[in-house]
């Protein structure tokens, strides 16, 4: 019995010892961690309790130098952030409307995607560079609220890799959803710009705003 108990108690001694030395471990270890988070928020000179707000920045892309934002909703801000993450071809054009500081990229078809990253080229119409009517849709929370502040008599410019061309803004309508004649064809070279109205309409606004101008002549 003696010995046994001799057996026992040594038994206990050195698994006392383990369990003493891997606390002793894990405390180096977890003091060795946090000097070594605390050595890369010093290297950042980022508060604490500012990092959150650090990852949530890298997690959504910034909206790039040149895009003003200011008058868009914050939904589509947020919706045209993530459509920079997405693969889009080379744009058909670039639509420059100087009066407002309008600068965006023409590209193909009016989806969802394709109208939160840019404007888009309606389908059926004249293509950007051809003879006729280019019909050319954007969202009005987004590169189309400038739209509000198109008057006639301003020029917008079409830039293709065939060159630029001019046009005078001609009329501005307001037209019911149902109304596509003004995307039918134009003798005369012709630009349709097609957003939503009212601009600041909550919920699917009921009309459609419409501005057209023609090429002038000689450009």
């Avoid at 008058?71 to 409307?97: C, D, H, M, N, Q």
């Avoid at 009329?171 to 039918?184: G, H, K, T």
Wanted: glycine share 10%.
């Amino acid at each position: 019995m003696r010995r046994a108990e001799r057996v026992l108690i040594g038994a206990g001694l050195v698994l006392l010892g383990v369990y003493a030395a891997s606390k002793v471990h894990q405390m180096v270890l977890s003091r060795a961690s946090l000097r070594a988070f605390d050595r890369e928020v010093a290297a950042a000179k980022t508060p604490v309790e500012d990092l959150g707000r650090a990852a949530d920045a890298v997690r959504e892309p910034a909206v790039p130098e040149g895009v003003d934002v200011s008058l868009w909703s914050e939904e589509r801000i947020r919706a045209y952030r993530e459509s920079l993450t997405a693969p889009f071809g080379v744009p058909l054009a670039v639509l420059k409307i100087p009066t407002i500081d309008l600068v965006v990229p023409v590209l193909e078809g009016t989806d969802e995607l394709t109208l939160n990253r840019g404007v888009g080229h309606v389908e059926g119409t004249a293509r950007p560079g051809s003879a006729g009517n280019v019909g050319i849709a954007g969202h009005r929370d987004g590169f189309f609220r400038g739209l509000k502040d198109v008057a006639v008599g301003d020029r917008l410019d079409l830039v293709t890799v065939d060159g630029a061309e001019s046009f005078q803004v001609e009329s501005i309508s307001i037209v019911p959803p149902e109304d596509v004649a003004v995307l039918d064809p134009t003798s005369r070279p012709t630009v349709t710009l097609v957003t939503c109205y009212p601009f600041y309409f909550v919920g699917h606004a009921p009309r459609r705003y419409i501005v057209r101008a023609v090429r002038v002549e000689g450009e």
